[in-house]
């Protein structure tokens, strides 16, 4: 993917974006190619970003993205891409067996002081990149099979709490447990209530399974999915 005017290591700042200035090439599709053989050598270049003869004191340089993320930005007189479905190098895939260290899973991994992002589409990283730009989900979702209703219902009157207003809601704090929220961690909470307020709000509504189509996901059919794991939103993005 190729995109004109737009940079993806925009101001240079390090501490934000991780950079490499790898090379001074004489056109964007030199840079691109670099990039590549860099990635293919088990590199960590697949986004790139290239100056135009015309950028005052970055002139033709070819500068590599060390964090894998595209963040694009409108920057004239730049080009930027990354590479699409990349080649994998061989011999640079690492696993070890996690057996006898008592844990079931990792739920994070470091590679010294910086926080790596397992796989996902679209590609960020949470810790730089925000919230991504939302996309339309085109498919169908498989309705909830668990029971709705919570185990155990909570109710506080706001009298027995700190906040005690006149407003005319939330006047009463309530929390549920089990029920539709029976798989979370942890097991409970407001939005597992069935006097949840506000808004047209109501009892969490959790499908157990989605069929979802190329616009969706355009790098499916996966050869294995199993793990994947599926971050949504509601409309308006509560969660």
Not at 122 to 151: C, I, K, L
Request: net charge positive; charged share 10%; aromatic share 10%.
């Amino acid at each position: 993917m190729v995109a004109q005017n737009t940079s993806s290591i925009y101001g240079g700042d390090p501490s934000k974006y991780p950079f490499s200035i790898n090379s001074l090439q004489p056109s964007w599709e030199a840079c691109q190619a670099a990039c590549q053989a860099n990635f293919t050598a088990g590199g960590p270049c697949t986004v790139w970003t290239w100056h135009d003869p015309a950028v005052a004191g970055y002139a033709r340089q070819c500068w590599f993205r060390l964090d894998g993320q595209y963040s694009p930005t409108p920057d004239a007189l730049h080009t930027a891409g990354y590479l699409v479905n990349p080649p994998r190098p061989a011999g640079n895939v690492w696993a070890a067996s996690l057996a006898g260290l008592g844990i079931g899973a990792v739920p994070g991994l470091r590679l010294g002081d910086k926080r790596l992002v397992r796989a996902r589409y679209p590609n960020a990283d949470p810790e730089t990149d925000g919230m991504m730009p939302p996309r339309v989900f085109r498919g169908r979702w498989t309705p909830q099979s668990a029971p709705r209703v919570p185990t155990t219902q909570v109710d506080m009157p706001a009298t027995q709490l700190l906040r005690n207003t006149t407003v005319s809601m939330f006047q009463t704090w309530t929390a549920g447990m089990g029920g539709t929220c029976e798989r979370f961690q942890p097991s409970a909470g407001y939005w597992c209530s069935i006097h949840v307020q506000g808004g047209g709000s109501v009892i969490y509504y959790v499908p157990t399974a989605m069929q979802a189509g190329r616009s969706t996901l355009p790098n499916s059919p996966y050869a294995n999915a199993q793990g994947a794991i599926v971050q949504t939103w509601r409309p308006g993005h509560w969660v």
